[in-house]
Every structure is written in structure tokens, then in C-alpha cells.
């Protein structure tokens, strides 16, 4: 993610802040100019209208869900409905009357409003249910019934429809989940990157005629999902899954695949563009060569050489995972990435750059 600031005071602030520490500044995401800005009040106290200093000579509103702490992005005055970019595509949320929901229900959207961050930079098709019913997407954030022996929420994809359960905004729940389930990595932020991939191989892959191509790289997707469900549960990942795929749910079946590796591709291009906001390197002092030498000075969300977000990509994993280490936590990428995964994630790359030269 890109670095922001306070445009009344030049203090560096986050994707998620709503006022500067430093000048008292309210702050607002103006996803027009891709940065956070500062806002001042327009009209009567109380008016939801706002001037953006990243802006100057228009109005716009806070979305609707500002009022909730669970967004901060802005509209402009004159445009339809109450909801942004981001908020619009939400179908269910849950009752936030009940302080414990609306946390978690914070905590998921602050996770979304980070993907959207990045589909809207990557420039992909997004369009709501409402507006296109067949291949629109919308997003159900729904808490396990009460009663003990009652239903429970599963995340998943359904047609454009994403279904987040409410229990993985809670760490602990999460953290139990992920270590059942023998995971190196959970998260929310993950989670929506993994569905949304779903999302995208219907609209970029089946629609987009390029069914040949996927299963070529995926292998045949035709294959019963639900058999191989039970399959992986019974059996778990082959021994050897390191060597063709990014995880070993990646193994259960090809749409599984596509979802985990393009996952991974968002989680590549987004931590990339924070190290190039940074002016990151590395250069280890021990090392002989230069395959552990990296500079990232481009924009990963432009079109660029598969080849060259790789080159980056690598050392600045293996620096982050041990900057984690030397704090006593797990690796921030605990993942190998195979020639044949790899050779994923470039598919992946050629679908959201379809113009880029092979």
C-alpha cells in the first residue's frame, strides 16, 4: 500500500486513520486520488459535507458507515445512495446493536476496505448484485446461531455471493481455527483474498475465455468438488504438495488452487507496493552475489515483468521473516514458492495485466 499523509500538516498517517495526531485533522480515503486526505466541515455543524484538501473545489460526503467507525472513505456530494465504493456491496451485515458484533464487524470491514484497496488499483470489474444480479459480487457477514447444536457459518464463495463468518474477526477463534486446521497462515485480510479470487476466476477465467489456458496451469476443474472435499479432509494434502503448489489446501481441487495463488499474488503486489513506499532494500553484507539484493523502485500494480516482481519478491520475504524472528514471532510469509507456483501466480499476473507483452 502506497504511503499517505496529512495534507494540513505533512504527518505520515495510515490507510485506516480517521484524524491526525499531529494537527487534529479529520481524515478521509479518497479513492479517486488513491490517498488519504484531510477534510474540513462544509455548511451547518452537523451537515455531512466536506471539503478534501487533496481536492480543492469539490464536496463530499462521508459513507454512511463512518458512523459505525468501520469506514472512512468519502463520496462525492452530488453522487447516489449513502454507501461508497466499498460499503455498497455488502448484502447482510450482522446485528450491531450488540457491541461484540459491531467490533468484530469492524474488524472485517477494515479487511475489506484493504482488498478493495487493491482491486480498485489493479483496476478489475466490480460491479454490485444489485446492479448486475448474475455477475455482480456482494458480501454476507453473518454470526453462528445462538444455540449451541444451531447452524454454523461457513466462509465461502457462491456465485459472486462471499460469506465471511463473523467468528474470524475474533483472534483467539481464528488462531484455534488455524492451528486445527494445520495452517501456517489465517487471516481476515486472507480470507477476502482467497474468496475474491473465486470471485475472479468466474469473471476472468470462465467468462473471460480462458478456460483452456487455467486448466492447462490449474489442471481440470471439471473434477466434483464436494468428493474432492471429502477427500482432502479424510486424507490431507499429498506428501510432496510443496513442489507444485503455494499451500496444501491448494491441493484439494483446482478452483482451490486458483483461489490460494491468487492470494498469494495480491498479498505479493500490495506488500511489494508498501516496501517501495518505504524505499526499502536489501543488501546483506554476508551474502555472495547478488540473489539476495533487492530494490523496489516500481509500481507493482502497473504492469510490469512477472519476472521482476519475483526478483524483489524473494529477498524482501526472507529480510521480513527475519525481522519477525528477531521479535520472537513466525515468519510473515511462511511459504516456498515452487517453479510450478511460480508459473501460477505469472497466470494470475497475466490475467490482471491482459494488455502487458508476454
Not at 504492469?303 to 510473515?332: C, H, K, Y
Request: proline share 6%; charged share 25%.
Amino acid at each position: 500500500m502506497r504511503l499517505f499523509k496529512c495534507q494540513a500538516c505533512g504527518q505520515i498517517v495510515h490507510f485506516e486513520n480517521t484524524l491526525c495526531e499531529k494537527c487534529g485533522h479529520r481524515l478521509a480515503y479518497l479513492a479517486a486520488a488513491t490517498t488519504v486526505t484531510a477534510i474540513e466541515p462544509e455548511g451547518p455543524e452537523g451537515d455531512n459535507t466536506w471539503k478534501a484538501l487533496a481536492a480543492p473545489g469539490k464536496l463530499f460526503r462521508l459513507c454512511e458507515n463512518a458512523a459505525h467507525g468501520s469506514c472512512n472513505w468519502l463520496i462525492e456530494a452530488d453522487a447516489p445512495g449513502t454507501l461508497c465504493l466499498c460499503c455498497r456491496h455488502n448484502r447482510i451485515i450482522p446485528d450491531i446493536s450488540l457491541e461484540e458484533n459491531a467490533e468484530k464487524w469492524r474488524k472485517i470491514e477494515w479487511a475489506k476496505h484493504r482488498l478493495f484497496y487493491s482491486l480498485l488499483r489493479l483496476k478489475l470489474p466490480l460491479v454490485t448484485k444489485l446492479e448486475q444480479q448474475e455477475t455482480g459480487l456482494a458480501f454476507d457477514f453473518l454470526a453462528d446461531a445462538l444455540e449451541p447444536t444451531g447452524p454454523r457459518v461457513m466462509t465461502g464463495h457462491d456465485n459472486g455471493l462471499i460469506t465471511i463468518a463473523l467468528k474470524e474477526a475474533d483472534d483467539a477463534e481464528r488462531e484455534k481455527s488455524r492451528v486445527a486446521m494445520h495452517e501456517p497462515y489465517r487471516t481476515l485480510l486472507g480470507h477476502f483474498r482467497h474468496e475474491i479470487g473465486h470471485y475472479y476466476w468466474d469473471r476472468l477465467v470462465r467468462d473471460g475465455g480462458k478456460l483452456d489456458a487455467c486448466r492447462q496451469q490449474f489442471g481440470d476443474d471439471t473434477l466434483d468438488y464436494g468428493q474432492a472435499l471429502q477427500r482432502h479432509y479424510e486424507q490431507g494434502a499429498p506428501p510432496d504438495w510443496r513442489t507444485s503448489f503455494v499451500t496444501a489446501y491448494a491441493t484439494m481441487h483446482p478452483w482451490e488452487d486458483f483461489a490460494e495463488t491468487w492470494a498469494h499474488y495480491m498479498h505479493l503486489i500490495d506488500t511489494l507496493e508498501t516496501a517501495a513506499a518505504f524505499g526499502l532494500s536489501t543488501r546483506p553484507r554476508v551474502a555472495e552475489g547478488d540473489e539476495l539484493d533487492a530494490k523496489v523502485d516500481f509500481d507493482p500494480y502497473r504492469a510490469q515483468p512477472f519476472d521482476r516482481l519475483v526478483e524483489s519478491w524473494m529477498p524482501l520475504t526472507i529480510a521480513l521473516n527475519s525481522l519477525n524472528r528477531s521479535m520472537g514471532q513466525p515468519d510473515l510469509y511462511p511459504f516456498v514458492l515452487s517453479t510450478p507456483a511460480l508459473e501460477k501466480l505469472a497466470f494470475v499476473h497475466g490475467l490482471v495485466h491482459p494488455d502487458m507483452p508476454a
